[in-house]
């Protein structure tokens, strides 16, 4: 379901943030979006992919999207 992807995907960039030693705070800063934007997504909330690409990139990530992973379960 959709709400599972939303909060896998969220899983993982608070995983790769942690392991980079970042703050939420960090993250925003060099994503060019608000703290609270990060834990929404962070919380499995959802956001557009320009966002997405952006928190990637700060991260030093590729954004990479399975097809799969968007169908239903």
Known sequence: MRV???MRVGQQISQLRQQSGLTQS???KRAG???SQIG???G???C???TLQ???DALGEVLRIDPE???EE
Request: hydrophobic fraction near 45%; include cysteine; aromatic fraction near 4%.
């Open 48 to 50: 557009s992919l320009a």
């Open 26 to 28: 960090q993250l925003a």
């Open 33 to 35: 979006c608000a703290q």
């Open 54 to 56: 952006s928190i990637a």
């Open 69 to 71: 992973s968007l169908g």
């Open 4 to 6: 599972d992807l939303f």
């Open 40 to 42: 929404k997504v962070e």
């Open 44 to 46: 499995g909330g959802g």
